[in-house]
């Protein structure tokens, strides 16, 4: 993204947080489906991406083409969402969440060792973690440094402001994800891209992906449990937040093994997430060879 790119951004953000959140939804829906039609390498990305993980929809193009529209719609709006974030508050936010699995947070907080919640990239997190923060923990998001450097602020400071901290993929970073842990909060992670470069080759439905095993290393240096959870938007526009039940990274003296093991714990589980909720799963980037 350029400094013109994100002069744009900055512009229709800062109208579109003034708005009624309706209005602002009817923006992103009006975004998408230009998005959708005129994106020269999003939406075939997409579309490969979803085809390997539903191979029903291989067989079934009109299918294809419905759940690829409701995924660029459901993406835009958890921009919008995003974009309303400097403006929004936490109490007017928080009856807009639902949970399911919400024994299993308790569980994750008894341990005392933090929590490590992996996902994918799949709904409004910032909703979601922003009421996490005020009623359960500190949260931390552990994601990329984006450019243009002003963008990142951006995405940080709106964050900061509602009890969220970003911590980036390098050494500085996850040794605060270690103090964050130690500290008995709350990290969000996604294992679904490698956007790093460093992924170990894995099947992630059935097909050789390169996976981070970030994640699992830390639950087998720490003890801290992982928690995988998804995010996703009801048809009232309210949010879920579905917990199953934690996965603990064991020891058995091959770091590499044990790491593989437990991440391979936590992708079943994120196929099941993106499987029945492919029209939220928006990853219009290469994960597999092959991709456009």
């Not at 995405?155 to 901290?165: E, H, K, V």
């Not at 294992?191 to 996976?211: E, Q, S, V, W």
Request: glycine content about 6%; overall charge positive.
């Amino acid at each position: 993204m350029g400094e013109w790119t994100w002069r744009a951004f900055k512009i229709v953000q800062s109208i579109v947080e003034r708005l009624p959140r309706s209005w602002a939804y009817a923006v992103a829906v009006l975004a998408a489906r230009i998005a959708w039609w005129f994106s020269p390498l999003a939406r075939p990305r997409l579309e490969f991406n979803l085809k390997i993980a539903c191979p029903e929809l291989e067989r079934d193009p009109a299918e294809l083409r419905r759940i690829s529209k409701l995924n660029f719609r459901h993406h835009a709006k958890a921009y919008a969402d995003l974009m309303q974030l400097p403006r929004a508050r936490v109490e007017s936010m928080r009856m807009r969440l639902k949970v399911q699995g919400w024994e299993h947070v308790d569980a994750a907080r008894a341990e005392g060792k933090g929590a490590l919640v992996v996902s994918c990239h799949m709904g409004s997190y910032e909703v979601v973690a922003a009421i996490w923060s005020a009623t359960l923990a500190p949260v931390s998001f552990f994601a990329e440094e984006l450019e243009p450097r002003a963008l990142f602020e951006w995405y940080r400071d709106t964050r900061a402001r509602l009890g969220i901290s970003v911590l980036t993929l390098d050494h500085g970073g996850i040794r605060k994800v270690l103090e964050a842990l130690r500290d008995q909060e709350m990290v969000i992670t996604a294992i679904d891209r490698d956007i790093t470069g460093t992924g170990y080759l894995m099947p992630f439905f059935g097909k050789l992906a390169p996976i981070p095993l970030g994640p699992a290393a830390i639950a087998l240096r720490l003890g801290t449990p992982l928690f995988p959870v998804c995010v996703y938007r009801l048809p009232d526009d309210t949010y879920m937040a579905e917990g199953t039940p934690l996965i603990y990274a064991k020891s058995t003296g091959n770091a590499r093994a044990d790491q593989v093991s437990a991440t391979e714990q936590l992708l079943r589980r994120i196929e099941g997430f993106i499987q029945r909720h492919p029209e939220q799963w928006h990853v219009p980037h290469r994960i597999w060879t092959g991709s456009p």
